[in-house]
């Protein structure tokens, strides 16, 4: 599996962007890229995942290198609810790194 | 989607004893796993539950400390057996989504606090 590296902790300001970068070297070309999220006291949830093309949903984007050796995850506008530890995985084995834990200010 | 419960919520536990969490799916999945988040740190895979077979086991987690049954394709049970403090932890159960991106859905956990 791809090793990741990313920030330990982040903080945004309410209703502004928030880039949080994942850098995955060692990705084969077949895997995909997924991001989660663990808002406290809850089990992870799926927020996006991609494998060459950048990707949009309802609630948030995802920017991948053309080399596809980091991607970006993109909420357009945070918001308190926001605030939770978000994981970059590529592969298909799930291995979860540190994340990086997201604060949001009012 | 799929919508996952565990069993119990929480539970403070004596040392020496064993705990069975329960995990339910409210649609058939061939593949569940169980995984391990210690005091703040990451998740950490323990196995792998494929119903009418034997549980596959990461490396550190062996069948006898964490025995798991998977009696049909909407439920899985993992044992946390001879409990120690160092077994304090959340477990969490998931379940492969359908399509071919193998995105998992996680259940809300079951806090384990063994004193």
């Known amino acids: 599996d791809a090793k990741t590296t990313q920030p330990n902790s982040m903080e945004s300001n309410e209703e502004e962007p928030v880039h949080l970068p994942c850098n995955h070297s060692?990705?084969?070309?077949?895997?995909?890229i997924h991001w989660y999220r663990q808002l406290p006291s809850q089990g992870p949830e799926y927020v996006i995942h991609g494998l060459t093309s950048n990707v949009n949903n309802r609630m948030a984007s995802l920017a991948i290198a053309e080399d596809r050796k980091s991607s970006t995850l993109i909420l357009h506008r945070a918001t308190l609810r926001d605030a939770a530890v978000y994981y970059c995985?590529?592969?298909?084995?799930?291995?979860f790194g540190p994340g990086t834990r997201l604060s949001v200010l009012p | 989607s799929a919508v996952i419960s565990q069993k119990p919520s929480r539970d403070i536990c004596q040392r020496g004893t064993s705990l069975t969490i329960q995990c339910q799916v409210d649609?058939?999945?061939?593949?569940m796993f169980w995984y391990r988040q210690q005091p703040g740190q990451s998740l950490t895979l323990i196995a792998t539950a494929n119903q009418g077979s034997e549980a596959t086991y990461e490396s550190g987690f062996v069948i006898d400390k964490f025995p798991i049954s998977r009696p049909n394709l909407t439920f899985s049970t993992l044992t946390v057996s001879n409990m120690s403090p160092e077994d304090s932890s959340i477990y969490l159960c998931?379940?492969?989504?359908?399509?071919?991106?193998?995105?998992?859905?996680f259940g809300p956990g079951t806090r384990l606090l063994v004193l």
């Open positions: 060692t990705i084969s070309g077949t895997d995909y």
């Open positions: 998931s379940v492969e989504g359908r399509g071919r991106f193998e995105t998992q859905y």
């Open positions: 649609s058939q999945v061939t593949m």
């Open positions: 995985i590529p592969g298909q084995n799930f291995v």
